[in-house]
Structure formats: C-alpha cells, structure tokens
C-alpha cells in the first residue's frame, strides 16, 4: 500500500510539473503577438547624415590695409546690400582730398577771371577795329600820316593776340580743372576702398576682426551668406547614391530641432566621390529656410527616391530570410508557416508586398526572448 502511494505521488508530481511547465515555459515561450497588412502608399528614402551648409559664402574685407575705425555689424544680423559693414583709417587721404578741392576752386576761380578779362578784350577789340577801319579811310584820302595809321594797326592786332593768348590760358585753366577733378575722383575712390559695403543681402555668419586692429589689405573682416543658397551638406553611401536624383523631395531633421521634420528638395549631387569615405556630397535645399539657421549644425536628411501608391505594406521589422528567399511568418492552422514574399519597394520603415499577402493574412511578430520559430511550429496568439 505504501508502495502505491509512493508511486501516485510521483505520478501527480510529474504532472503538475508538466502542466506548470507548459503553462509557465511552453506556452508564453511559444505565444507570439500578430499584425495583418495594412494598404497604402509607401515610399522608398535614402537617408543621409550632414552638416548646415551653402554654396555662397562671401568672405567681406577691405582692398586697402590699415587700422579698423569702425565695425557697424556684428555676427547673427542681416544686412542689406550696400550697406556699410565697417571703416578703415585712410590715413593723409582726407587731407589730400580737400587739398585737390581747395586747387580745382583756384583753378576755377582763375578760369573765371580770365573769362571776363576775355569779355574785355573782345569789347576793346570792336573799339580797335573800327578805329582802324577808320584810320585806313583817311589814310587813303590823305587826312592821317603813315604812323598814325600803322599805330591803330598795331593796337588792333596786339589786341588781337592778347585775345588768343587768353584764349589759350582758358583752354590751359579748363584743362587743369579737368585734371583736378580727375584727381579728386581718384582720391574719393580710393577713400571707398577704405569703407567696406555689403556685396548682397545676407546674413553675417562670423566676425573675424575688431575695432583698432590693423588689417592687411583683403583680410577677412566678415563672413555673410546668401540665405538662399542655404543648404544641408549630406553625405550619402556611394552604394545606394544612384537612386537620388536632383529634384527628389526629402525631409531635413536639424540637431537642434530633431522631431520637426523640415520640406526640402535635391538641389545638387556633387559630381566627386570622397575616396577615403567613399561617400556622395547631396545637397539638399530648404523649402522655407528656417529663421534663425546656424552654419556648420549637424543634419539628416530623408530623400524620397520613389514612392508607390495603394499597395499592401508590412512593417520592415516582420521581415525575415529563410532558405534564401526573403517572407514572413504567418500562422495557418496553429502553425507557423514561412510566407516568401515579392517585393515592391523598401521604406523607411515599411515594405510594399507585390506578392503573397492579403489584407486578412495573419502575420507572426517574431520575439527574441521566445521559441524561434520555424516550419510547422505549433504557436499561440
């Protein structure tokens, strides 16, 4: 009787260890979550990793060296073009400057006189003349001598060339009032290349200089940028770089901002490879830059290449090998079946199925920390 006893009690230990291994062990370790496909678009994105860039970049600095007297904008403000960005001392120029105005006045107060000095002459002219043509009547009717006519001769022809000699000193006057304004448009334009204007209407990016520092000639006093040229320097794998083209539309996360995601598009696909990385330069542009924007700040870029419409579509993760052919699990009479699928297109996050799906198909989500799954395998769910 104890014998039996003992045997019974084996026999229900032995039981209630299978049935708490099958409930505890067997059955969550071969209880598997399920999803079915869904039906949408779906797009393909080749996804890149930058940094805030542009194309153009203008490197502001004076023609001439000298001191800095003035800095009239700082990094992080817009500036208009034209506007004047900071002055540099030009030194004995300003006193050059009115020294050639103060002669060009002398020259066109000398150019004045002798005008009216000329008005003077041509008036003694006409009285000359017609004393001469006077003297030339009486000479010939005997009224005058020969002196007295060569005389009022002479008085006219003197004034005559006293006329042609102020002529030529009023020539001589316009032409050295010509030559001091020469020089004066000289003095002022070299006055300019001591003041430095904005080229475009931009954004300061960097101050590289300060007031009272002595500048060589074509030193870097500001850096700007043309806003529109903003863009995000990508890089991209060489191995799937073939599928963007200019113009693909895309999505820009900035570091700073990594959950709103920004519009852009393709604006151009550098034509060099980098050998060492080998990777692609892709520079994406902003639909609508966004104010403020920080130079050199770290980016992705998403870039749809392709994009299909109405297509059914499972999360990439369900997506798994077996025997060379890429499916998913799917579960058929309590058992879970490999389904291999056609595949349209890969996204982000998602693949469209050409081929071996319906919208009511079953699809196991595979899990680490349970039984790996294989054909046949009975699974709950």
Not at 69 to 92: E, F, M, R, Y
Not at 163 to 174: E, L, V, W
Not at 331 to 340: G, R, S, T
């Amino acid at each position: 009787m104890k014998k039996w006893m003992k045997y019974t009690i084996a026999i229900l230990l032995i039981l209630t260890a299978g049935i708490l291994f099958y409930v505890k062990v067997y059955t969550p370790k071969t209880t598997f979550k399920t999803t079915t496909p869904k039906q949408g678009n779906i797009e393909a994105n080749v996804f890149g990793i930058g940094e805030v860039g542009a194309r153009d970049v203008y490197s502001v600095g004076s023609q001439m060296g000298g001191k800095i007297l003035t800095l009239l904008s700082d990094q992080g403000q817009w500036v208009k073009k034209g506007q004047l960005l900071a002055t540099i001392d030009p030194v004995d120029l300003p006193p050059l400057h009115e020294e050639a105005k103060m002669a060009r006045l002398k020259t066109i107060q000398e150019s004045t006189v002798l005008q009216k000095e000329l008005e003077n002459l041509r008036a003694q002219k006409t009285l000359a003349l017609l004393t001469y043509g006077r003297y030339q009547k009486l000479k010939r009717q005997g009224y005058v001598s020969q002196s007295e006519y060569d005389k009022a001769k002479t008085e006219f022809e003197s004034i005559q060339a006293q006329i042609a000699a102020t002529m030529a000193r009023i020539d001589s006057s316009k032409s050295e009032t010509v030559r001091m304004e020469k020089n004066i448009e000289g003095i002022q334009e070299k006055l300019k290349r001591y003041e430095v204007y904005s080229p475009i209407n931009g954004y300061v990016i960097s101050k590289d200089a300060e007031v009272a520092q002595t500048l060589t000639p074509s030193q870097t006093i500001f850096r700007i940028v043309d806003p529109k040229t903003v863009w995000i320097k990508a890089y991209i794998d060489e191995r799937i770089s073939a599928q963007v083209k200019t113009g693909n539309p895309a999505k820009i996360f900035l570091r700073s901002h990594p959950d709103k995601p920004l519009a852009g598009y393709v604006a151009r696909i550098s034509a060099m490879s980098d050998a060492v990385t080998q990777e692609r330069e892709v520079n994406v542009a902003f639909d609508t830059l966004p104010i403020p924007f920080y130079m050199n700040e770290q980016a992705e870029v998403s870039i749809s290449t392709k994009t299909v419409k109405d297509t059914i579509k499972i999360p990439l993760s369900l997506l798994r090998q077996n025997n060379g052919q890429y499916g998913v699990w799917t579960v058929e009479d309590d058992k879970a079946h490999f389904q291999p699928l056609k595949i349209t297109l890969r996204g982000e996050d998602e693949v469209g199925i050409a081929q071996g799906l319906t919208k009511e198909s079953i699809l196991l989500i595979p899990d680490a920390r349970k039984k790996s799954l294989f054909e046949g395998m009975r699974v709950h769910f």
